[in-house]
């Protein structure tokens, strides 16, 4: 009978009480490996330093902020549609005119295809139930393809956006394409993106 | 005459206790019930749940629960602990206190051979590992994730964007918070400082927008929030936690909050001193010490069903620069070292997109311990019969024996 309380009695006191630590050092690390290689989109990218990166949403592969108090917003994703609709929605949330074809925007090019170059200043209407905002300013590219398009847009107060255009144009060239996971075919060619 | 009582130590008193028959019936009966309430209980709250509850070496009592959440107040041992006993009661009842002589032979050896399988269990239990790796047809993997853990890596990017090795905080050091818990950590290669708070175990990360109000008092991130949602107990893969971060310097001032997510893929950053870091909440990653090759993945559902009835994975094993095909089907798993690849699973394709495999990956130390254990009782148990034949077939053979019993012839008792 004594030996059953006696277990009993140690099996209560195991169970117990473990408080949860206040405070660690934390000295473990691992090696890297292909996941510590996986990009949005599969495409790297190298944004300034002083751009802060955000947790990505279903329309946003990549989410930065920028600027004084993150006021800045760097957005870059996939959608569907062409060149012109999508330029012409990104213009009437400054209320901007549409325009009836693509020769009006600019020029550039994004991960090796032809881009065109959006902008737009003013009250700025995001949609979606959000508030309008004065003086705000977009510079925008959205890359060609048959299939998808790729959408780079940076939105924030008009003088910090103007402060950033450099930074986005040298950030949109830092894209590169990133294909670690892939088998490379016989005779070390390697498949590549289109 | 009175029989004077035989005084019994404590010592051979808890021996026999231990070494008894009585306590074997006891465990075995017990593993019994625990086995039939967590069968009972696991299709209302889930595989992985139950055997937790139920198996695990931290469960030391478990209360079975009816499928209506009531509790059945039938407290029982942990099946881990009961199996432990179990054992101590099989080393000193069947090995130690056992009849020895070479006709028991074969009952030691299933003894032991069935010791080592619960031995086996409990290593398995405490060091086995086990992960997934997932891989689309055409790529390839050298890193598996464990399910159900989920670790924040913390590392430093390079000048050319690249990521450099991860500090990790483990989950088990993250999970005891709670949403009030608070949890400090300092890092051996870093000169910040996080605290962890508010976390949150089931949970979703919600974007604060006109339509996705975040509650009263909530906390708001860079436009994001979490929220706590009702525990998957169906599918507990789904279960996905996240936490609150705040980024200290050495004078402990905030350099950043950040809210993480463990179902966020990517990593979100911050800047100090200078230097950019990444700060990720992920399964647990696990470096895998070979690469695996998807040549090619297929397989076939049972008709009318999306269930798989077979599936195959054509695969390429490197190590360094050793490479080795497999094909790896249900049930006929790949092997390296102490690693094991099953096909866990395969994704058929849609139109235009690539299917994927799945393989479960385990490192356990005693894998092929049941097996051996198996055959090693199954020796046993062969060596005792044959004993026992042998015996009784050369006892039938022997003449009996006849007992010759001297009798007299009573006394007359005198009549006076």
Known sequence: MRILVLLATTATLLTGCRQPETSIKVTETRRLTLHDQIYPGDFKDRPPLDWRRLPGTQFRLVNYVAGKDGAVEIVMGETQGKVLGNANRWLGQFGLTPIQTVDYLGKTALLGRPASIVEGSGTYRPGMGRPPKEDYAMIGIIRDHPSNLITLKMTGPAAEVEAQREALFKYMQSFIPVEVGKIEKAGGEEKTSE | MSKSKKKISLGKHIFRVLSGFELAVVCLSLLFLLTFFGTIEQPWFGLWTTIHKYFDYESVFVIPTRGDGKAIFL??????????????????????????????????????????????????????????????????????????????????????????????????????????????????????????????????????????????????????????????????????????????????????????????????????????????????????????????????????????????????????????????????????????????????????????????????????????????????????????????????????????????????????
């Open chain 2, 75 to 416: 407290p029982l041992p942990g099946a881990y602990w009961v199996i432990v006993v179990l054992s101590v009661n099989m080393f000193l009842g069947g090995i130690i206190r056992a009849r020895k002589g070479w006709k028991k032979a074969g009952t030691l050896v299933s003894h032991f051979a069935i010791l080592f399988l619960l031995v086996g269990s409990a290593v398995s239990s405490v060091f086995k590992e086990e992960g997934q790796m997932r891989i689309l047809q055409g790529e390839k993997s050298d890193y598996a994730q464990k399910l159900f853990k989920y670790d924040i890596e913390v590392f430093s990017y390079d000048e050319d964007g690249d990521r450099e090795a991860p500090a990790i905080v483990r989950s088990d050091q993250i999970k005891p918070l709670g949403a009030k818990g608070s949890l400090g950590v300092s890092f051996e290669k870093f000169g910040f400082t996080l605290q962890i708070d508010k976390y949150l175990p089931y949970s979703e990360l919600a974007l604060d927008s006109p339509t996705s109000s975040p509650p009263k008092d909530e906390e708001v991130i860079d436009g994001f929030f979490l929220t706590e949602v009702e525990k998957n107990v169906q599918v507990e893969e789904r279960n996905t936690p996240g936490c609150y971060v705040t980024v200290k310097d050495k004078e402990g001032a905030t350099i950043q909050r950040l809210v993480l997510w463990g179902g966020n893929p990517y990593p979100v950053s911050f800047t100090y001193e200078g230097k950019r870091y990444g700060v990720t909440y992920l399964m647990e990653v696990w470096p895998m010490p070979f690469m695996v090759e998807l040549h090619k993945t297929f397989g076939d559902n049972h008709p009318g069903t999306e269930i798989p009835s077979w599936f195959q994975s054509n695969i390429t094993k490197i190590d360094g620069s050793q490479r080795e095909d497999y094909e790896i089907v249900m049930n006929e798993p790949a092997r390296h070292g102490g690693f094991t690849l099953y096909q866990a699973g395969f994704t058929r394709a849609a139109e235009g997109e690539v299917p994927s495999s799945t393989f479960a990956i385990v490192n356990n130390p005693s894998d092929k311990w049941p097996e051996y254990a198996l055959w090693a009782s199954a020796l046993g148990l062969l060596f005792h019969f044959l004993v026992m034949l042998v015996r009784f077939a050369g006892g039938s053979r022997r003449p009996k024996k006849t007992v010759s019993i001297e009798t007299t012839q009573p006394q007359k008792i005198p009549t006076s």
